[in-house]
């Protein structure tokens, strides 16, 4: 019915309410982005908490495919197929006003951490590379995708903190692949609805003045006047899609007899509202994987 | 403080089968299936498809602590053919 780039709306007819319930649950909780999970903070005199500031920063939205990485479990090292390294470095300088950081202020590092990690053993290679926190072995820049499409937060504008003067922050975040049921930041959906058509039946025919006042009585013009000839004139549902069910048109003596308002059972209007990551027809055809995925592991197991 | 790791919801930890089966003993014809980490997204379908069934008498499923992360699903039949 409707597709932005950020959202879509579309009807799903003939299904179960169970389907679509997991629709909904799995477009939610289920669907893998990318999303910073552990902030290496260097220098940070800010009045922001540590804390509080790598909770902002996991929230922002980072404008990535997620199907190009994988997971990074405990164990795994961090390299360039599954973290995604962005620098933060923003100074407020004495005598200057304040300062409010955004989320473009988060630089996309391609080639990898840039902090060096302290090792205990004396013996210093100056030769030798300095170790860092993440293993890359190529840069990300060289992987086709993101040559034309560097990684960035979706939303430029989003506040992260705010320094007076003199205050520092110096970080590096980085970004892992994870599912909305672990933490709700990897989230790909702003949120994803579904309502059920609304059907309004007129149980006898209302003429006339009734009419008028049926289609007055409608906020969102459901009703619509259609001349039967020789005058006389019939209430017809022209719109009931737009019907809020509000019940307005039962409100009143006798009405109750002449309109009933119900719902479809089985035609469902989809509403998904994606965060960026993904378009959200994308974020659909992903969720309909998931759920076959699933339903093939139990068919898998119990034989 | 007490709640167990997010990723538990998941992740199914080794020696654990994901799928179990009982047969019930009081009831003919019926038995319980433990589903190792799903919740209402698998259980709801399962419970809808078993419903349009016509040899089925009863089915249903439920998740018997919301922190415990399995489903049980009951099915019993009319006859078992």
Redesign the interface.
């Given at each position: 019915v409707r597709l932005n780039e950020d959202d879509m709306e579309f009807d799903m007819i003939g299904i179960?309410?169970?389907?679509a319930?997991?629709f909904r649950?799995?477009l939610i909780a289920?669907l893998p982005t990318m999303a910073i999970e552990k902030v290496l903070i260097a220098n940070n005199t800010s009045i922001i908490q540590d804390e509080v500031l790598a909770h902002r920063l996991g929230l922002v939205p980072i404008r990535v495919d997620p199907r190009l990485f994988d997971y990074l479990s405990e164990n795994d090292q961090p390299n360039e197929k599954n973290t995604v390294v962005f620098k933060l470095h923003v100074q407020c300088k004495r005598g200057s006003p304040r300062i409010t950081v955004k989320s473009d202020a988060l630089k996309w590092l391609p080639n990898g951490s840039e902090l060096v990690k302290e090792t205990r053993n004396a013996t210093s290679d100056s030769s030798s590379k300095p170790e860092t926190y993440t293993y890359f072995g190529c840069s990300q820049e060289t992987i086709p995708e993101f040559v034309k499409n560097p990684i960035i937060p979706k939303y430029p504008d989003i506040i992260v903190a705010k320094l007076g003067p003199g205050q520092e922050i110096e970080l590096e975040a980085h970004a892992v692949k994870g599912?909305g049921?672990?933490?709700a930041k990897w989230s790909p959906v702003a949120t994803a609805w579904y309502r059920m058509l609304p059907e309004v039946v007129l149980l006898e025919d209302i003429e006339d003045d009734l009419a008028e006042e049926l289609k007055s009585k409608c906020p969102v013009n459901v009703f619509d006047i259609e001349d039967l000839g020789k005058g006389r004139r019939r209430a017809t549902v022209a719109r009931p899609r737009a019907c809020t069910l509000c019940r307005e048109c039962i409100r009143g003596d006798d009405w109750e007899k002449r309109v009933a308002l119900r719902r479809v059972k089985d035609h469902f209007i989809f509403t998904i509202e994606s965060t960026g990551a993904l378009p959200p027809e994308v974020l659909f055809t992903e969720a309909v994987k998931i759920?076959e995925d699933?339903?093939e592991?139990?068919i898998t197991?119990?034989s | 403080m007490n709640a167990p790791d997010?990723?538990e919801?998941?992740v199914v930890p080794e020696g654990t089968?994901?799928?179990s089966?009982e047969r019930d003993t009081k009831i003919i014809n019926a038995a319980t299936?433990t589903?190792e980490r799903?919740?209402?997204?698998?259980g709801?379908?399962?419970?809808?498809q078993l419903h349009r069934d016509e040899n089925v008498l009863f089915a249903g499923y439920k998740l018997p602590h919301p922190l415990q992360y399995k489903i049980l699903v009951r099915v019993s039949l009319f006859f078992v053919g």
């Open positions: 179960d309410a169970a389907i319930n997991s649950r799995i289920e599912i049921k672990t933490h759920l699933k339903c592991r139990v197991e119990l | 997010r990723y919801r998941f089968k994901k799928v089966y299936f589903i799903e919740d209402h997204t698998i709801n379908i399962l419970r809808m």
